[in-house]
């Protein structure tokens, strides 16, 4: 069973980046990639904590101009695999897996270099009209972003705790401790960040009654989900109705003119 999870982790970790750059199928946001490790891994609340820790840090980070970011998506694949294989918990998860992330920083500049090469090496052939060499060469490109996710996940599939051990062995005990408070106000600031792009004045009530539900009620975050989804399809079929309504007394109104043209005309 474990060979079978260490298979499925790595081709998660290397397909994530391909769905990234191409068909988006099944996402590489952070929550999502961790529902599916956490399924892969049988614990699912666990992969479902971690992804969703690194989803509310990536708020507000964007790969812009060719910039890089961290890669949160591997970071929750790794936390995951390492919270549930080795039974450290989350803790030690985000410690582990927010550094990979950081250092795949790194390995998408390399492999932005390599693809570079091999789009010009393509365009050679385009030219000289060997469009045959320029297809299978085309299957270079998301081999090469792959292994970006496939090598680091493979090194920690392979030694396991021993790599997690060293990793917190060799890292400063004051870089640890920094690691778990930053996992603990990235959030709030992906948050904030979040907020401050919303109509938070317009929905205000909608929001401290999701913080009196969670803080003082302590109702699962799925029951807050379905009243939240209900409190949003009542306000767009009110929103709707109001739209409609002005129409709606316009063609009334256009109505009546025209039968009353029709009677001055008798």
């Not at 971690?50 to 694949?77: D, K, R």
């Not at 299957?139 to 970006?148: F, K, R, V, Y």
């Not at 401790?177 to 109509?199: D, E, F, K, T």
Request: glycine share 10%.
């Amino acid at each position: 069973m474990a060979v079978i999870q260490n298979i499925l982790i790595t081709i998660l970790a290397g397909y994530m980046t391909i769905d990234q750059n191409g068909p988006v199928v099944l996402s590489w946001f952070s929550v999502i990639v961790g529902m599916i490790s956490g399924l892969i891994m049988g614990d699912m609340n666990t992969g479902l904590v971690i992804g969703g820790t690194f989803q509310l840090m990536s708020l507000g980070v964007a790969a812009l101009g060719g910039a890089s970011a961290p890669n949160y998506g591997l970071a929750t694949i790794i936390g995951t695999f390492i919270a549930v294989r080795t039974g450290t918990g989350t803790d030690a998860a985000l410690a582990v897996g927010l550094p990979v992330g950081l250092l795949a920083i790194q390995l998408e500049v390399v492999v932005r270099i390599i693809n570079n090469f091999v789009a010009h090496r393509m365009q050679t052939h385009n030219n000289e009209g060997e469009w045959g060499k320029m297809n299978r060469e085309a299957w270079l490109g998301p081999i090469i972003c792959s292994l970006q996710t496939m090598i680091p996940t493979v090194i920690v599939v392979c030694f396991g705790a021993d790599v997690v051990n060293f990793i917190l062995e060799f890292i400063p005990k004051w870089v640890t401790n920094g690691l778990s408070i930053a996992a603990g106000m990235l959030p709030v600031v992906g948050i904030g960040m979040l907020m401050r792009y919303m109509p938070v004045k317009k929905f205000l009530p909608f929001i401290l009654v999701g913080f009196v539900l969670s803080a003082y009620l302590q109702v699962p975050v799925l029951g807050i989900a379905i009243i939240g989804f209900a409190a949003a399809f009542w306000y767009f079929t009110t929103e709707i109705r109001k739209a409609e309504a002005p129409a709606a007394v316009a063609v009334a109104a256009n109505i009546a003119t025209e039968e009353m043209g029709d009677d001055f005309d008798e």
